[in-house]
């Protein structure tokens, strides 16, 4: 069957050797552990998680930057990874980073910003590069003109526009957008939500939406992942998601929003602190936080299981929590 | 406002430098070389000899002129090909890390434990005299504080969110390390070199004076100066001027690389 | 001293930025009080002066930074012309502070433990055994599990949130009047926020210590505190209670905050519309509008917003508001 996936990422791990020297075998750091995720074409994906969740190397193994150690990412029918064309990768999936002060060179305009990946894949017409440079500022909202500023010109909010115009030249169809308002100022994050939301209309592009921001999750995602210690723990529609969340790490993360609107959604939170990723805890990762957990969940790890249409919870006790306001 | 004056002072004196470094044989009254006069030795400094005359009758203020030239091209030479080695290792070194920064790490620390003039000489010694061979055994030993500094900011660099950026966008490493990360370490770098030019051109006199630079009768500050050496107490001005012309020159290049290092500081230029 | 007198009390508060082009207002005509065992948060973006009001209280401005006016007052004495001796007999023992990164707030090269018994020697002369045994009582009131060995680590050894932790073991030890959370969770994640969170809340209560928290997360000030003061570039411009700051905000900026939030359960609500933008950026302090402060950015601007200052107005609930159109 042919897939009508954008990107489908099948059981895919990557692990990393840290530590070790001479004397000491180097410990494996699980980062992505068995991952399944999938995004349609002009489909925007919310991916969920707290530090060490392994988010950010999903995102790089996504972009080609790191080898699975098991598994693969498929983009657009190809495999992804380092013997792709590296530039066919990029002319498919980009990113818009979290920093707009650290993720642009403060010694390029932006007009050379713009322009030198365009002539890395192969626009040679000077003109037709002028253009696309000049097309691509209206698009993001700035002004042609202001393509001969440096970085530090502008403003943090001016400086994400030009980090999502980087992104947007070449015409990807998938955008990673790792945390791409909290850097920014808050009277400054609604300018740029929208015109993600504007963008993603007007190109039919896909979104991988990484944030802790569950608020800016749900106004962006058509469909959610929750991901903890390198495991997808709960994934469904925003809805399903947000309104009837099954696995407890999610109602702790929606429980843990200081916001009155969202106080009779969920109140259990979760205990303790994150375990680190070099040392998870055995049985279900989570189980050492969980106000629910019991000995099953301390020996057997629970695999992601539907719950309903398209809604998947790895948690042994989710039947149970079906019906249970969080 | 220090800071300027270091740039004003510096960058003034750089320039007399230069000056003189290239119009020095039109400055110049007499040939450095030919127009010995054994009548005119050791004469004092006078309204026809500014700066005296040396052991040959040779008119010093024109060998000072002529020597401008030969000090002047050791250092940019040396510091040229210092700057090369360098930046190339440490660059390379800390955007791959591995191994090769491992190596590239020993062999600096190498450098830095063998006192580069004796290094230099061992090199001389093998090259034989001459302007090339000195700008060429300067070049070889004082590239390491440039490699340090230029490996400490790639690493730097290469989290930043722009290098990531650029892997994104398809370009490879030789791209990312020129595009990206070379012209952000190059504030830094343009001191050190700036700076060490100031230091190559002691190391030119030293060598000179040691009778492994260039050699006699090429006029350059250091051989003067070590021909000078016997006289220093019947004849001073023989060593006095050369030395001088040492002192201004080195200290006019110290003063700029501390005032550039003010100017092309990242930490002085606004952020917003 | 009257029983009802306030704890604090911040009156017309002016801070000055000095740099070589001049003298510019980084803090202007700030007045809030907090009663004893009240909440209050200070709320506002990076640069609006919230943090730098706190560390005046603190008595720890440097130079480029200067009080230029104004009064602080701790149970009605005045505290902002106090020799640094007394300050410093205050900081610690009266007025406790926690900050955003508790890894350069701790010492790295001391067991944490050590640490917070240097506050018992310090402020109550208690003897180091004595206050090292006192300090893993304080490591058990934060909940830090096997307290007795972990006061013995050094901050490098410690998770995010178990040095903020610690740090608020250091602050409460000496049972403050008064607390000052600086942007207390912003470097943790959520979930450790929200224990963090509620661990400050009550373990203040417990004690009767007050509480002026310092955010830009709206969110999470009104979840911990009782009254919430907006500041915009260098003044305040709206004070509300709490409850009240999401349903019904006053000033044209904090209705332009509220709304261009993007709330979880929002969508679901009201489906997916487009969030309110508030145009134009966060001015820098070298170039504050004449005027009011908002009025570049502001739709509901005149022509008396340019001239004018607004005054910080009553309006009869307790709340206050500076500007010349509100409601």
New interface residues.
């Given amino acids: 069957m042919a897939d009508s996936n954008l990107l489908s990422i099948e059981d895919l791990a990557v692990h990393f050797p840290i530590g070790g020297g001479m004397f000491s075998k180097p410990q494996m750091l699980r980062a992505v552990d068995g991952v399944n995720l999938s995004i349609k074409p002009g489909e925007s994906l919310g991916l969920v998680g707290e530090s060490g969740c392994g988010k950010s190397t999903l995102a790089l193994s996504i972009l080609g930057l790191v080898d699975p150690t098991r598994g693969r990412v498929m983009l657009d029918g190809k495999a992804v990874g380092s013997e792709a064309d590296r530039l066919e990768v990029a002319r498919t999936v980009q990113m818009v980073f979290q920093d707009p002060y650290a993720s642009l060179n403060p010694r390029q305009t932006v007009r050379r910003t713009l322009a030198a990946p365009l002539r890395l894949h192969g626009v040679s017409n000077e003109g037709e590069v002028a253009d696309r440079v000049a097309e691509m500022l209206r698009q993001v909202g700035l002004r042609p003109d202001q393509a001969d500023l440096y970085p530090h010109e502008f403003s943090g909010g001016q400086r994400q526009r030009i980090g999502i115009a980087r992104a947007l030249i070449l015409k990807p169809k998938l955008v990673i957008c790792d945390e791409p308002v909290s850097a920014l100022d808050v009277s400054i994050r609604a300018q740029i939500i929208n015109l993600l939301l504007e963008l993603q209309a007007e190109m039919g592009l896909s979104y991988l939406m990484i944030s802790h921001d569950l608020g800016v999750v749900e106004h962006m995602s058509d469909r959610v992942a929750v991901m903890y210690l390198g495991r997808i723990v709960e994934t469904g529609g925003w809805r399903e998601i947000f309104e009837q969340p099954r696995h407890p790490y999610t109602r702790a993360l929606i429980a843990a929003i200081p916001d009155p609107l969202t106080r009779g959604l969920a109140r259990e939170k979760a205990r303790g602190e994150i375990p680190s990723p070099l040392n998870p805890p055995p049985g279900c990762t989570f189980n050492p936080r969980c106000p629910h957990a019991t000995d099953h969940c301390r020996s057997a790890p629970p695999v992601l299981s539907p719950v309903d249409e398209g809604h998947l919870v790895s948690c042994w006790r989710a039947e149970e929590f079906a019906k249970e306001p969080a | 406002m220090k800071l300027r004056a270091n740039l004003a002072i510096g960058g003034g004196l750089t320039l007399l430098s230069l000056f003189v470094g290239v119009f020095g044989p039109w400055l110049a009254h007499t040939h450095p070389i030919m127009d010995a006069n054994l009548m005119n030795a050791e004469l004092p400094p006078s309204g026809e000899f500014w700066f005296g005359t040396d052991q040959q009758g040779r008119d010093i203020f024109s060998r000072v002129m002529y020597g401008a030239q030969i000090s002047l091209t050791v250092g940019i030479g040396s510091q040229l090909i210092n700057t090369a080695i360098g930046t190339t290792l440490g660059v390379t070194a800390g955007y791959w890390g591995g191994w090769w920064d491992d190596f590239v790490n020993g062999l600096t620390n190498l450098m830095l434990a063998i006192p580069s003039l004796i290094f230099a000489l061992a090199i001389m010694a093998i090259l034989g005299p001459g302007l090339t061979s000195l700008m060429i055994a300067l070049g070889l030993t004082n590239w390491s504080y440039t490699c340090r500094i230029s490996r400490a900011q790639a690493l730097a660099i290469k989290s930043q969110g722009y290098v990531q950026a650029a892997r994104v966008l398809g370009y490879g490493d030789m791209r990312i390390m020129f595009t990206q990360i070379l012209p952000n370490t190059l504030g830094p770098i343009i001191v050190i070199a700036t700076l060490g030019m100031g230091g190559s051109i002691l190391a030119e006199a030293a060598l000179s004076f040691l009778g492994l630079g260039v050699r006699p009768p090429s006029p350059s500050w250091g051989s003067m100066l070590s021909d000078a050496r016997e006289t220093i107490t019947t004849a001073p001005w023989l060593s006095l001027f050369p030395g001088l012309a040492i002192f201004l020159t080195v200290l006019g290049l110290n003063l700029l690389g501390d005032g550039l290092r003010d100017v092309l500081d990242p930490q002085s230029r606004s952020r917003r | 001293m009257s029983i009802n007198m306030p704890l604090l009390q911040v009156e017309n508060l002016h801070l000055s930025l000095t740099t070589d082009a001049g003298s510019f207002p980084a803090v202007e005509g700030v007045s809030f009080e907090i009663a004893r065992g009240e909440t209050v948060g200070l709320v506002g973006?990076?640069g609006c002066g919230k943090s730098i009001t706190a560390l005046s209280i603190m008595g720890l401005l440097r130079h480029p930074l200067g009080l230029s006016g104004g009064t602080i007052k701790l149970t009605g004495q005045e505290i902002q012309a106090l020799p640094a001796s007394e300050l410093r007999a205050l900081r610690g023992k009266r007025i406790a502070m926690i900050f955003q990164e508790p890894m350069t707030a701790l010492n790295p090269l001391k067991p944490v433990g050590r640490q917070i018994a240097e506050m018992f020697v310090l402020h109550q002369g208690a003897s180091w055994n004595e206050a090292e045994k006192k300090a893993v009582d304080a490591l058990t009131q934060v909940k830090v599990?096997a307290p007795a060995r972990r006061a013995k680590d050094y901050p490098h050894q410690l998770?995010g949130?178990?040095r903020q932790r610690v740090m608020i073991a250091i602050a409460l030890a000496c049972e403050p009047d008064l607390l000052i959370a600086d942007e207390p969770t912003t470097a943790l994640?959520?979930?450790?926020?929200?224990?963090i969170?509620?661990l400050m809340k009550e373990l203040c209560a417990a004690r009767g210590t007050a509480i002026l928290m310092i955010s830009?997360?709206?969110?999470?000030v009104?979840?911990?505190c009782k009254r919430v003061c907006v500041m915009y570039a260098g003044r305040i411009v709206e004070q509300q209670d709490s409850?009240q700051i999401?349903n019904n905000p006053q000033h044209p900026?904090t209705q332009?905050?509220v709304a261009?939030?993007?709330?979880?359960?929002?969508?679901?609500l009201h489906g997916?519309r487009?969030?309110?933008?508030?145009a134009g950026?966060?001015p820098?302090i070298t170039a504050y509008p004449g005027g009011c402060r908002f009025n570049p950015?502001c739709n509901r601007a005149t022509e008396i917003c340019k001239q004018v200052v607004p005054e910080l107005e009553p309006l009869g609930d307790g709340s206050l508001v500076r500007c010349h159109h509100h409601g």
């Fill in positions: 973006e990076s599990p998770s949130g178990m994640d959520v979930t450790v926020q929200a224990e969170v509620d830009h997360d709206l969110g999470l009104t979840d911990i409850e999401f900026y332009g905050l261009s939030l993007p709330r979880l359960g929002m969508r679901a997916r487009k969030l309110t933008e508030i950026v966060v820098g950015r």
